[in-house]
């Protein structure tokens, strides 16, 4: 078991215009650099809105999330939980990837209603808890795969 895990979940708008291949180019750097710093996560991507954990040491998470709040590929970065725990969330992930749509990812997080993406970050922003619980739920689904 590792001690003093920092844990941070972050909302933000993907600049309009993000191609799919954008994204998996994110994906394939983030894994490579992940993997060398130690940080495991997700990034979810519904319609527009990247949702992603970060989980690692408190110092190169802290300076992780302040280069990836000034990426100019997202917009209206919000953090919506940051927290120390005894274990990871996703501890075989240099960085998980889920893509879904906003209609769906807001439905798994316990807000049914949503329509679009818009929607799903104001509630994301508001309501910071239904999302981390979603999250740390799809973690537990993928280990039981």
Same mark, same amino acid.
């Given at each position: 078991?590792? *001690?003093?895990?920092?844990? $941070? =979940? @972050?909302?933000?708008?993907?600049?309009?215009?993000? !191609?799919?291949? +954008?994204?998996?180019? /994110?994906?394939?750097?983030?894994?490579?650099?992940?993997?060398?710093? *130690?940080?495991?996560?997700? $990034? =979810? @991507?519904?319609?527009?809105?990247?949702?992603?954990? !970060?989980?690692? +040491?408190?110092?190169? /998470?802290?300076?992780?999330?302040?280069?990836?709040?000034?990426?100019?590929?997202?917009?209206?970065?919000?953090?919506?939980?940051?927290?120390?725990?005894?274990?990871?969330?996703?501890?075989?992930?240099?960085?998980?990837?889920?893509?879904?749509?906003?209609?769906?990812?807001?439905?798994?997080?316990?807000?049914?209603?949503?329509?679009?993406?818009?929607?799903?970050?104001?509630?994301?922003?508001?309501?910071?808890?239904?999302?981390?619980?979603?999250?740390?739920?799809?973690?537990?689904?993928?280990?039981?795969?």
């Amino acid at each position: 078991m590792e *001690e003093s895990i920092r844990q $941070l =979940v @972050y909302v933000s708008n993907a600049e309009f215009g993000i !191609l799919p291949q +954008d994204i998996e180019g /994110i994906l394939s750097l983030s894994r490579k650099n992940n993997a060398d710093l *130690e940080v495991t996560g997700i $990034l =979810v @991507y519904a319609d527009g809105v990247f949702i992603q954990v !970060l989980e690692g +040491d408190d110092k190169t /998470i802290v300076n992780l999330y302040d280069k990836i709040s000034d990426d100019r590929r997202h917009n209206n970065v919000a953090l919506i939980s940051d927290q120390f725990c005894n274990e990871r969330t996703f501890p075989g992930w240099s960085m998980a990837y889920l893509s879904e749509s906003a209609v769906r990812v807001g439905k798994w997080a316990g807000v049914p209603g949503v329509i679009n993406s818009e929607e799903l970050l104001e509630i994301l922003i508001e309501n910071g808890d239904s999302i981390s619980k979603y999250l740390i739920n799809f973690a537990e689904a993928l280990e039981q795969d």
